[in-house]
């Protein structure tokens, strides 16, 4: 349930992980409980031991994103991380790669839709020289002035490139489009026109104001004692200064209308998509419209596969997603075509999304859908990264980390009226978008 990264969000690799350090697949049971410590400056530590797996993950999320963005600094999380890892107070960015490849690990820093950070592996043993990487990353970049244009120019080249690939034009149109002034429809990396805003003191402003313990969280996986690693976790970040309370950002409401938009993009595929808004990840829908998006598109059993692909050999891709994520998600149903196809494809799209509204799913349509709904969840968080990640995500949205077994209890209590229910509420006026190759003149 990671949230923007169908659309491309940003991550910057310092080390390849080596072939010794592969992440090995966590077994069912093993480190289920969860050490949770709130330091007195509000910094919150997550430990889940797994000693089965030679390996340790740490995620350092912060309360920072798209969400707090606005259209004249969109995309400046993004920017202010890649600076970050261009180096420290007390080493270079090719220092630091060489220091987490001695670990036998990886260091990724990022800026997405309600969180940033630092996510970092490495093997089990250097697991406190990987905690004190990643605390001197996020704790002491230098934020070198001499870095921001040459992170400028090539973030503006990831847009460019991003803008030339049809799909992802077609998902950044569509959110835009759906969530309107609200942050949630600006893209992770910015746009050109608030890049070339965005400068150095910018930057700096920005990390002192979200680099802060009461908005920061701290989960690690894997092979080691929960005391020792909250122990060290007190050292490093204990020392920090309160900031104050973290104020929750006011947005303008996301209120999307049916719409229809065509555009032309140079390519030799069409793209449709339709896309409405969706509940929050704490929302009582939540499970429902997630089971609704299987039945949708969940892999080759999806009815628009199944369907629009298979049958009616109307499209090359279908699919059906939702990603919650802290306030209004999205709900979005994808084809990719042939341009000759689009005058058959939209109305089919439309078809099964009317179907979806007025015929109750068939029971075994109902139990296709959550099994393959909870199989992928649970494949999707064996990893320590993964586990790590998923501490980390869940107490920054506020779901608490009881979240994993309510979910699945309410997957499994979801019944073809709730499905049939959510998808009259959220698919009743769908947002309708088609990026297509220019008309011949």
Do not use: C
């Amino acid at each position: 349930m990671m949230p923007a990264k169908i659309r491309g969000a940003l991550a910057i690799v310092l080390a390849v992980m080596t072939a010794a350090a592969i992440d090995r697949p966590a077994p069912a049971g093993a480190g289920d409980e969860v050490t949770r410590e709130r330091l007195d400056n509000g910094f919150t530590v997550l430990v889940r031991e797994n000693p089965l797996a030679p390996v340790v993950a740490v995620a350092l999320l912060v309360r920072m994103g798209s969400r707090w963005e606005r259209a004249e600094n969109a995309g400046i999380s993004n920017f202010l991380h890649a600076v970050m890892v261009k180096g420290t107070a007390r080493r270079s960015g090719s220092d630091l790669a060489e220091a987490v490849a001695a670990l036998g690990g990886k260091l990724t820093a990022s800026g997405e839709v309600d969180y940033s950070g630092v996510q970092a592996s490495a093997l089990a043993r250097f697991w406190r020289e990987l905690l004190g990487l990643t605390a001197e990353l996020a704790l002491s970049p230098k934020l070198d002035p001499a870095e921001v244009a040459g992170e400028r120019d090539w973030l503006l080249s990831r847009i460019q490139r991003q803008r030339d690939n049809a799909a992802a034009r077609t998902f950044d149109e569509l959110y835009a489009a759906v969530y309107g002034f609200h942050p949630y429809g600006l893209p992770t990396l910015g746009r050109p026109e608030s890049l070339k805003r965005i400068d150095h003191a910018a930057i700096v402003a920005w990390y002192r104001e979200f680099y802060r313990p009461e908005r920061m969280v701290l989960a690690v996986s894997g092979q080691v004692r929960a005391a020792e690693v909250v122990a060290e976790a007190r050292r490093l970040f204990g020392g920090l200064p309160r900031g104050g309370v973290v104020a929750e950002p006011r947005n303008p409401t996301a209120a999307s209308g049916a719409r229809r938009l065509v555009i032309e993009h140079p390519a030799q595929q069409a793209q449709i998509a339709a896309g409405a808004l969706a509940p929050s990840l704490a929302d009582p829908d939540h499970a429902a419209v997630k089971v609704l998006a299987t039945v949708l598109g969940g892999g080759m059993a999806g009815r628009l596969f199944a369907e629009l692909r298979d049958k009616e050999a109307l499209a090359y891709t279908a699919n059906a997603y939702y990603e919650p994520v802290r306030e209004p998600g999205m709900l979005v149903l994808y084809l990719g075509t042939a341009p000759e196809n689009v005058a058959r494809a939209e109305p089919a799209l439309q078809r099964e999304i009317e179907r979806a509204r007025t015929q109750p799913v068939s029971a075994d349509e109902l139990r296709r859908a959550q099994g393959f709904l909870l199989g992928n969840y649970a494949m999707d968080r064996r990893t320590n990264a993964r586990q790590a990640w998923y501490l980390a995500f869940y107490e920054i949205e506020g779901v608490g980390g009881d979240f994993p077994e309510r979910y699945r209890a309410a997957v499994q209590a979801v019944t073809a009226a709730d499905v049939m229910r959510v998808a009259q509420r959220y698919l009743a006026a769908p947002t309708i978008l088609i990026l297509r190759p220019p008309a011949r003149r």
